[in-house]
T-cell receptor, first 114, second 115 residues
Framework: GNSVTQMEGPVTLSEEAFLTINCTYTATGYPSLFWYVQYPGEGLQLLLKATKADDKGSNKGFEATYRKETTSFHLEKGSVQVSDSAVYFCALLLISGGYNKLIFGAGTRLAVHP | DAMVIQNPRYQVTQFGKPVTLSCSQTLNHNVMYWYQQKSSQAPKLLFHYYDKDFNNEADTPDNFQSRRPNTSFCFLDIRSPGLGDAAMYLC??????????????FGSGTRLTVV
């Protein structure tokens, strides 16, 4: 079936540390891949996306590269800030019956301390 | 700004008392979705509307219903809320598939508490 697996959290880092959150997927065909961020008490915000193999999505210092050979889409940031503390969801987008269906991973909580 | 708006942000309802959550959009997107997100879990798709066509996920309980009176509005009705239905409910929209990957636009969510 189609699914997304993320590394378990919480991930706790000091400010300015390097961040990696692992994400792998299983899908039929070639899905688009996304990272969403959810701040406390809020809905989901799109962080970045990649639509085909070897594409790199980037936004606000975050990056992720669509790796077809390893079916991965790991999220990275070179220097995290306290304001990056949130839950991060990896997701894949399937096309089914003319509409888009997002399938989410379980989410990874990131806590950044000063 | 075009957006997806959910009302209310917080809703408290009594056990067994019907409750309705609302979602509106100014994006003119064909598809509207309802997700349920329980604490520390991934959002789970309940159902979606593709224009006027309703599509229920196989494991969505019968207690959950939806209405879409027009393109802009979509409602989530919980007929008899139980304590296990306490969650964040997220509305999202997307364009119908046109050969590009538009992804979703999410609302801010409604947090439902059942007492």
């Amino acid at each position: 079936g189609n699914s997304v697996t993320q590394m378990e959290g919480p991930v706790t880092l000091s400010e300015e540390a390097f961040l990696t959150i692992n994400c792998t997927y299983t899908a039929t065909g070639y899905p688009s891949l996304f990272w969403y961020v959810q701040y406390p008490g809020e809905g989901l915000q799109l962080l970045l996306k990649a639509t085909k193999a070897d594409d790199k999505g980037s936004n606000k210092g975050f990056e992720a590269t669509y790796r077809k050979e390893t079916t991965s889409f790991h999220l990275e940031k070179g220097s995290v800030q306290v304001s990056d503390s949130a839950v991060y969801f990896c997701a894949l987008l399937l096309i089914s019956g003319g509409y888009n269906k997002l399938i989410f991973g379980a989410g990874t909580r990131l806590a950044v301390h000063p | 700004d075009a957006m997806v708006i959910q009302n209310p942000r917080y809703q408290v309802t009594q056990f067994g008392k019907p409750v309705t959550l609302s979602c509106s959009q100014t994006l003119n997107h064909n598809v509207m979705y309802w997700y349920q997100q329980k604490s520390s879990q991934a959002p789970k798709l309940l159902f979606h509307y593709y224009d006027k066509d309703f599509n229920n996920e196989a494991d969505t309980p019968d207690n959950f219903q939806s209405r879409r009176p027009n393109t802009s509005f979509c409602f989530l009705d919980i007929r008899s809320p139980g304590l296990g239905d306490a969650a964040m409910y997220l509305c999202a929209t997307s364009r119908a598939w046109t050969g590009d990957n538009y992804g979703y636009t999410f609302g801010s969510g409604t947090r439902l508490t059942v007492v």
